[in-house]
């Protein structure tokens, strides 16, 4: 089993790395979700999770908590707006930049909304090019965060309030998605039955 993003499943069916494998509750999982497929017909992938993009802020830092996107643009938010990687080799910075075109006119076929976007907030010293991870967060070097929503929450638990974290699906919500194709690779029987056997698949 390999879990890759959603874009990418095409990529290893095209290139014969996956072998047709349906869990036993493959009947009970939905053809789409949220408008997407949710599984290939012929079980060579199924959605494993999607996450929605979030602000991640560290509250110690930002007594202000930004709302929305355009909040990202103020000059008291200088040198504190980060992403998780290089949107061209990240697939969670992709999607920020998706999410922000999204927000600014754009679509997931017209992305240039979202780059203009990051350059204002570049423009306006607001981008701190410093990749964020939980320690950078915690340090305040990167105190605003664009994330997944799920790893923020993961981010604020392991954390624990020190520092006080705040999530924040900022407005215009367009509820950006991106949900990881869980590729199943099914190589000999004893596996087939150990994925059968997990309540959680």
Not at 66 to 77: C, G, R
Not at 81 to 95: F, H, I, K
């Amino acid at each position: 089993m390999v879990d890759v993003g959603y874009a990418y499943g095409q990529q290893g069916i095209d290139g014969g790395y996956y072998q047709p494998y349906k869990v036993s509750t493959w009947d009970k999982i939905p053809e789409t979700v949220l408008g997407l497929p949710a599984k290939d017909p012929n079980g060579l992938w199924t959605g494993g999770y999607y996450g929605v993009m979030v602000l991640e802020v560290n509250t110690a830092v930002v007594k202000n908590v930004p709302q929305n996107w355009a909040d990202l643009l103020k000059p008291e938010y200088k040198g504190q707006v980060a992403l998780t990687g290089d949107p061209r080799s990240s697939n969670q910075a992709a999607q920020s930049v998706f999410a922000a075109s999204l927000a600014n006119g754009g679509s997931l076929d017209d992305v240039q909304p979202g780059l203009d976007f990051f350059k204002q907030v570049n423009d306006a010293g607001n981008f701190v090019p410093v990749i964020a991870k939980v320690g950078t967060i915690a340090q305040g070097a990167t105190p605003i965060v664009l994330a997944w929503d799920y790893n923020a929450f993961g981010d604020k638990d392991s954390l624990a309030g020190n520092p006080p974290l705040e999530i924040v699906y900022p407005s215009p919500d367009h509820r950006q998605h991106v949900r990881s194709g869980d590729q199943r690779v099914c190589p000999a029987p004893q596996l087939r039955q150990s994925l059968d056997g997990n309540p959680a698949l």
